[in-house]
């Protein structure tokens, strides 16, 4: 099956730091998607990201599915960013279902 | 285009209960699929469904849990005689057509959160 998995576990960041958070896939994937749980529970999409790379102001996203692992940067954090960031990736063969990360809990402070 | 639209957002039923969580896609999607998150856990799929039709239900619990998605109306995903156990945030989730040539991009609702008391 699909493992995926996401480091580091917990990120305490200053306000105004950068950051890289890490999501290694274990199968060829053609979804890959990166979300932020922010404290209130709603799940935002960031990036659909199967390969390449991609930036939406902040933050930017690159996935190298030759080597099975994305990653999600965050510029300039801000206490906004504050949350959970789940990876998640759908097997090309059983593309309807994703397979969740465990998730980074990235707390920034002021 | 609104988004994907959940109620309610917050449940409240007694063990024993049945609970009826209601999911509306997305304009122009025909995919819909529902996951669970347990407290202080991540998102683990249930099942995915295309109008009139289930097309993976491999993380639906065996008992209790059914989910139709009907030619008319919203998704519905059912519990009956809930346990505490059941207590989590259920998300719903839409996509396009695979046919219509367009990503596979999962869209997600807000969620309802299911205390059983």
């Known amino acids: 099956g699909i493992q995926v998995e996401q480091s580091p576990p917990d990120l305490i960041l200053q306000e105004g730091a950068n950051s890289t958070l890490r999501c290694n896939f274990s199968?060829?994937?053609?979804?890959l998607q990166w979300f932020h749980q922010n404290p209130w529970g709603q799940l935002i999409n960031l990036f659909y990201?199967?390969?390449g790379t991609k930036q939406n102001g902040r933050l930017s996203a690159t996935t190298v599915a030759t080597e099975r692992y994305s990653l999600l940067y965050i510029s300039s954090s801000q206490t906004t960013d504050s949350g959970v960031y789940f990876c998640?990736?759908?097997?090309?063969?059983?593309?309807?279902?994703?397979?969740f990360g465990a998730g980074t809990q990235v707390v920034v402070t002021p | 285009n609104a988004g994907v639209m959940q109620n309610p957002r917050h449940l409240v039923r007694r063990r024993g209960q049945e609970a009826r969580l209601r999911c509306s896609p997305m304009?122009?999607?025909?995919?819909v699929y529902w996951y669970r998150q347990l407290p202080e856990e991540g998102l683990k799929f249930m099942v995915y469904?295309?109008?009139?039709?289930?097309?993976?239900e491999s993380g639906m619990p065996k008992e209790r849990f059914s989910a139709e998605f009907p030619k008319e109306g919203p998704s519905i995903l059912r519990i009956q005689q809930v346990v505490r156990g059941d207590s989590a945030a259920y998300f719903c989730?839409?996509?396009?057509?695979?046919?219509?040539?367009?990503?596979?991009?999962?869209?997600f609702g807000p969620g309802t959160r299911l205390t059983v008391t």
């Open positions: 990201i199967p390969s």
């Open positions: 989730a839409s996509s396009p057509p695979v046919t219509s040539g367009l990503s596979y991009e999962q869209y």
């Open positions: 469904l295309q109008k009139e039709n289930i097309i993976d």
């Open positions: 199968d060829s994937v053609n979804n």
């Open positions: 304009k122009g999607h025909s995919h």
């Open positions: 998640a990736e759908g097997l090309a063969d059983s593309w309807g279902k994703l397979q």
